[in-house]
């Protein structure tokens, strides 16, 4: 698959706008968020590579101005509202950067992209690998962030209370278009996931969030193919917990190595699992409407791509899904919500208290 996979009404006066300002409540201090991953949280480093990104109407309908800016959804991505919640602006896309900028960015940098993966053979003819965004990020510590961090001590003090957002792996698991879904790929995964964080931490990140794999067998790309019809795909969701099973073990097993490592571990599949069964699941009043079918296209027929003539659902704040595999902003809006206030989606506690 050569694109990544990979509520709300307005219920509670804790549920945070769409034209999100920075949180009232205290928070503790976090300089800055580093984003590696995939399409869930890419914001527009897929536009500056050839194969290009959803950098076309109706995505981003529902951002800024309604433009388009190579999300893969209608509006505001996840790591878009975490940053909203951690009182920091938006993280630019690395490739978006000129040289100038890139010496003055202090808030942090999106390196995720669209249609990638853990490992480096995932769709690398058309994305940049996890390898080579980490690669990216060891640039920015040499030779960019150095411009306005003359001290080593202040640069290593900044890195460390930082947050690293993870979300990637989907992609892994439909290599060519053949789903990998037993445990030995599972452990592998796991492994291959591991030693990325560990170059991480040897630059200096120590506090990671980090996505499990959403289940994927309940995308609309997915689900249309089952019957009944909309019905999520049982053997893809299994072959997925394989890997989600044991990833929370796995970062306990690196904090207990590494000193200074913390994490959050945020059950992306767990959200996804249970708002596609009930869309009012984690708020008290009304919610998602539609929990399978995309907004883009407003139809179940055809292959179901959003393309640059698509006409999207009207109402988006009612549909989980904007396109075949990518959640809506309003979903987005209400992970982050959660996993910002909540222990319910982030564990051991919520981002509040990291």
């Known amino acids: 698959m050569k694109t990544c996979y990979l509520t709300l009404c307005f219920v509670l006066a804790s549920v945070l706008p769409l034209s999100s300002t920075a949180p009232s409540y205290p928070t503790k201090h976090t300089p800055a968020l580093y984003v590696f991953g995939d399409s869930l949280v890419d914001c527009g480093n897929n536009n500056h590579l050839p194969t290009g990104g959803p950098s076309f109407l109706p995505y981003g309908i529902d951002f800024m101005h309604g433009k388009p800016t190579g999300?893969?959804?209608?509006?505001?991505?996840?790591?878009?509202?975490?940053?909203?919640?951690?009182?920091?602006?938006?993280?630019?896309?690395?490739?978006?950067?000129?040289?100038?900028?890139?010496?003055?960015?202090?808030?942090?940098?999106?390196?995720?992209?669209?249609?990638?993966?853990?490992?480096?053979?995932?769709?690398?003819?058309?994305?940049?690998?996890?390898?080579?965004?980490?690669?990216?990020?060891?640039?920015?510590?040499?030779?960019?962030?150095?411009?306005?961090?003359?001290?080593n001590e202040e640069l290593e003090k900044h890195i460390s209370e930082s947050l690293f957002f993870v979300s990637t792996g989907v992609n892994d698991y439909f290599h060519n278009g053949t789903f990998r879904g037993n445990k030995s790929f599972a452990f592998f995964l796991l492994r291959e996931i591991t030693l990325r964080i560990k170059r991480m931490y040897s630059l200096g990140a120590r506090k990671f969030l980090v996505n499990n794999i959403p289940p994927a067998g309940c995308f609309p790309s997915k689900a249309i193919h089952t019957r009944p019809i909309g019905k999520c795909d049982g053997k893809i969701n299994k072959g997925i917990t394989f890997y989600n099973k044991r990833l929370h073990e796995v970062l306990h097993q690196l904090q207990s190595k590494l000193p200074g490592f913390t994490f959050i571990h945020a059950d992306l599949y767990g959200f996804l699992k249970k708002m596609r069964q009930n869309g009012s699941y984690y708020v008290l009043f009304a919610g998602i409407v539609e929990t399978w079918k995309p907004c883009c296209p407003n139809t179940i027929y055809g292959d179901l791509k959003c393309q640059p003539r698509s006409v999207p659902c009207a109402n988006r704040n009612t549909h989980l899904f904007f396109d075949q595999n990518h959640p809506s902003q309003i979903a987005n809006q209400e992970y982050a919500r959660l996993c910002f206030n909540e222990k319910i989606i982030c564990k051991p506690w919520g981002l509040k208290l990291f």
């Open 71 to 151: 999300r893969a959804t209608n509006g505001k991505t996840v790591a878009d509202f975490l940053a909203i919640h951690l009182g920091l602006p938006l993280t630019p896309p690395y490739l978006g950067l000129s040289k100038h900028h890139r010496n003055k960015v202090r808030t942090g940098i999106n390196y995720a992209s669209a249609g990638s993966g853990v490992l480096p053979d995932t769709n690398n003819d058309t994305s940049l690998t996890l390898d080579k965004q980490i690669k990216f990020f060891h640039r920015t510590i040499k030779h960019n962030l150095p411009k306005t961090f003359t001290e």
